[in-house]
């Protein structure tokens, strides 16, 4: 039993997935919480202007995460996208208008190199230009050079709107430091931190050691609506966030907007759909991502862990009755919080790595492990996203693939 039977999916004709893999996007993220879903089905009720629901939003964010203000964005990938276009425009309509356009304007992103990711293609889609320094050394194993403070220092110009962090555990310099260099330079520090989570505390982490914009996943741990994501950071950029995210369609004469949050005063005209504005977030997704974020607040991350481990250390326990697998459990420091069972394919096995990988994908429901390093004979499986009952089917599977 997987308790997948009778998903919408089957009803569709799509096979449904029992995920061992964690919060990954391409299977769905997450599942959402009740109190989210209960929030977005009664906001499915009510129409309401959507700026005075993200003004209510930037500050119940502010109060959660320490920040001067917050917003709700598409998905942590969109705040970044917003991020980097605040420092790019800060106030000005015009440049507003011209993004991602930024001809003859300061557009460049100071990222550490070994910071680089698929993710920060975000940054670029508001027209900023990454330049990446640094080496990759430590990385390679070739020497322990890094990305060092003052390489970080010696690359912001009169061209840098900002410098992009890419937050792990392990990721070098340590924020502060990084942080201390950019102010020093009167530069705004942008952290990708959309996985961070738990522990809760790292909501509040990352402003405070001194991060001018920070973007979580709401689709993650934090399981609220997958298309959801907070920007938490300084009043002035989540300002110029909102002026380029609203739809901001309005007679002069009647234009009104909450004044926290977007205002008006200053302004030479209204706002022209913004670069934000193909990312928008409907009042459904606001409403979802602010009641999981009252109630993943109020998670113990210390039994949500252990909760996690007990289920690794069950799956563990029943695979290592295959004598062509080895098994491990990593205490995943590396990526994130979860403990995961790292599972090596024999050479004797009836099947390789990859070949299992398939043949569980193949199966309906489709079941998904950690596939990133089947060339090197080994798969993960991640117990965040399983039901109890899943827990017990993924081991099973994988042992009757590998015994028939
Ligand atoms: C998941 C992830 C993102 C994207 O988050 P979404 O909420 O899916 O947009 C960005 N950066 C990192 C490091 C991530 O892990």
């Known amino acids: 039993m997987t308790g997948n039977e009778d998903t919408i999916y089957d009803e569709l004709g799509v096979p449904s997935v ?18 989210a879903r209960e929030a977005m089905d009664r906001a499915a009720e009510a129409f309401v202007r959507l700026s005075d629901l993200q003004a209510v939003a ?19 990938s969109s705040a970044l996208a917003l991020a980097a276009a605040a420092c790019i425009a800060g106030d000005d309509l015009e440049t507003m208008a011209r993004l991602p356009d930024t001809e003859g304007i300061p557009d460049e992103i100071v990222m550490p190199r070994t910071h680089r990711n698929g993710y920060d293609h975000a940054l670029r ?15 390679l194993g070739t020497g322990s050079e890094n990305t060092e403070p003052w390489e970080i220092a010696e690359a912001i110009t009169e061209e840098t709107v900002a410098i992009a962090y890419m937050e792990k555990p392990f990721t070098r310099p340590p924020l502060p430091e990084v942080v201390e260099i950019a102010h020093n330079h009167d530069v705004p520090v942008i952290v990708d931190a959309a996985a961070e989570l738990p522990p809760t505390g790292n909501l509040r982490t990352f402003i405070e050691q001194g991060a001018d914009l920070v973007a979580f996943s709401g689709g993650k741990a934090i399981r609220g609506p997958q298309s959801s994501g907070i920007l938490a950071g300084r009043e002035t950029f989540i300002r110029s966030v909102a002026r380029q995210h609203l739809d901001m369609h309005a007679e002069s004469s009647v234009y009104e907007p909450p004044e926290a949050l977007v205002g008006a005063d200053g302004l030479p005209g209204i706002p022209r759909q913004g670069i934000g504005r193909s990312m928008k977030v409907g009042k459904e997704e606001l409403a979802g991502l602010l009641a999981a974020l009252d109630a993943f607040i109020e998670e113990d991350d210390d039994a949500v862990l252990s909760g996690w481990h007990e289920r690794a250390e069950r799956i563990a326990a029943a695979l290592e009755s295959v004598d062509t697998l080895e098994v491990e459990l990593a205490n995943a420091a590396k990526t994130d919080a979860v403990s995961t069972v790292v599972v090596t394919v ?12 398939l043949a569980l994908r193949r199966e309906n429901p489709r079941v998904f492990v950690g596939a990133d390093n089947v060339h090197r004979s080994w798969f993960t499986i991640n117990p965040r996203c399983l039901s109890d009952s899943e827990v017990d089917y993924v081991a099973e599977r994988i042992v009757d693939h590998l015994e028939r």
């Open 18 to 35: 029992v995920n061992a893999t964690g919060t990954k996007t391409r299977i769905g993220g997450t599942l959402i919480r009740e109190e």
């Open 58 to 76: 930037s500050e119940r964010i502010a109060a959660v995460t320490g920040a001067e203000a917050g917003y709700v964005t598409n998905g942590a």
């Open 125 to 139: 889609l508001a027209g900023a230009e990454i330049v990446d320094v640094g080496a990759n050394d430590y990385h």
């Open 346 to 357: 024999g050479e004797d096995a009836s099947l390789t790595a990859a070949e299992l990988v």
